[in-house]
């Protein structure tokens, strides 16, 4: 069992930033892939982002693309998304997940946990 709990949400104008953290426990953190999702009001949930178990490998919708960053340390069992020249269609609630498998996927089937998730709302 996985519990993942994320902090850093929050109100900001757009063209800033925020960083989002997600803090894992239970089983081995550094054995899964971890990512991001998020879903806007009315719509579906939808991927941000995702690193596989070593932070070798990471992965990113092409909204997000050179202006997000993931990261994780293992050693704080904890994984982050650097958030940089917001807009004001990135406003969502952002989910954290814990894949099943080593490597990332877009696919929200592959994730067997997920966090209760942190509000982003950026003003135009």
């Known amino acids: 069992q996985v519990q993942l709990v994320e902090s850093g949400g929050g109100l900001v104008q757009a063209g800033g930033s925020l960083r989002l953290s997600c803090a894992a426990s239970?089983?081995?953190?550094?054995?899964?892939?971890m990512g991001w999702f998020r879903q806007a009001p009315g719509k579906e949930r939808e991927f941000v982002s995702a690193?596989?178990?070593?932070?070798?490998?990471?992965y990113y919708a092409d909204s997000v693309k050179g202006r997000f960053t993931i990261s994780r340390d293992n050693a704080k069992n904890t994984v982050y998304l650097q958030m940089n020249s917001l807009k004001p269609e990135d406003t969502a609630v952002y989910y954290c997940?814990?894949?099943?498998?080593?490597?990332?996927?877009?696919?929200?089937?592959?994730?067997?946990?997920w966090g209760q998730g942190t509000q982003v709302t950026v003003s135009s």
């Open positions: 690193i596989n178990w070593s932070g070798g490998h990471t």
């Open positions: 997940a814990a894949s099943g498998r080593r490597y990332g996927s877009e696919s929200k089937d592959e994730y067997a946990y």
């Open positions: 239970g089983r081995t953190f550094s054995s899964y892939a």
